[in-house]
């Protein structure tokens, strides 16, 4: 009896988990401001979450078009209006275009995985990929964050051609004379099976809507 019941809970949890994937990541801003900071991805389906340190989280669904913003100090989930998410989409898909790279003959290892220096330039910025082609399942993991474009894509529509990209981009440097220099590198990759409460927004949090700024020349909305 004890076994039937034991057998019961683990294929509930298991109907309630589904396949995805966990990408760590860090942020390191270096001008005009410096600052760094890690950021946690995890990647199911249509559904995204990143976590921004333990402070701040933004869930995405691209079945609904919505992004939720959680504060977990003040315990609060903002969920951005559908418009601003779907003209987001839209710049971005407009905006996304294949990087001018070539490769400059250095390589490096970073975090385990050997890689390979291109650089050159997207939408009008300087930026160097350094890229691997040691992550298994590369086509299908660049798929599925190219979908998070307009919403929590770290890479701005840059891999919406994952086929035609040199690899994996393990550390991606993005220098612009406006916003500085930024860098982002991948600290681990790992395949994992998500359950739904990943996405879901607490139940103990208040849902509070996101004040929208008013057009010109017009009150909010119009």
């Known amino acids: 009896?004890?076994?039937?019941?034991?057998?019961?809970?683990?294929?509930?949890?298991?109907?309630?988990?589904?396949?995805?994937?966990?990408?760590?990541?860090?942020?390191?801003?270096?001008?005009?401001?410096?600052?760094?900071?890690?950021?946690?991805?995890?990647?199911?389906?249509?559904?995204?979450?990143?976590?921004?340190?333990?402070?701040?989280?933004?869930?995405?669904?691209?079945?609904?078009?919505?992004?939720?913003?959680?504060?977990?100090?003040?315990?609060?989930?903002?969920?951005?209006?559908?418009?601003?998410?779907?003209?987001?989409?839209?710049?971005?898909?407009?905006?996304?275009?294949?990087?001018?790279?070539?490769?400059?003959?250095?390589?490096?290892?970073?975090?385990?995985?050997?890689?390979?220096?291109?650089?050159?330039?997207l939408q009008g910025l300087a930026v160097t990929y350094w890229v691997t082609k040691d992550v298994p399942n590369q086509k299908e993991i660049l798929a599925q964050m190219s979908q998070l474009s307009g919403g929590a894509d770290p890479f701005k529509g840059a891999l919406a051609s994952g086929a035609d990209f040199p690899g994996f981009p393990i550390r991606t440097v993005v220098k612009s004379p406006q916003m500085g220099s930024s860098t982002m590198t991948i600290l681990s990759i790992k395949n994992a099976d998500l359950p739904d409460s990943t996405f879901a927004i607490p139940s103990d949090y208040k849902s509070m809507a996101v004040p929208q700024m008013p057009s010109p020349g017009g009150s909010p909305g119009h």
Request: charge should be positive; hydrophobic fraction near 40%; charged fraction near 25%.
């Open 1 to 121: 009896m004890r076994r039937a019941i034991r057998f019961a809970v683990l294929l509930a949890t298991a109907q309630l988990a589904h396949a995805g994937i966990i990408i760590v990541q860090e942020v390191d801003q270096v001008t005009p401001a410096e600052g760094k900071m890690q950021m946690t991805m995890k990647i199911s389906g249509e559904h995204a979450r990143v976590d921004v340190g333990d402070q701040f989280s933004s869930i995405v669904d691209l079945s609904t078009n919505t992004v939720t913003s959680l504060l977990h100090a003040q315990k609060l989930a903002m969920e951005l209006p559908k418009g601003v998410f779907e003209a987001a989409k839209k710049r971005a898909s407009t905006q996304a275009a294949k990087p001018d790279l070539k490769p400059t003959g250095k390589k490096e290892t970073i975090n385990g995985y050997a890689c390979e220096e291109y650089t050159g330039t």
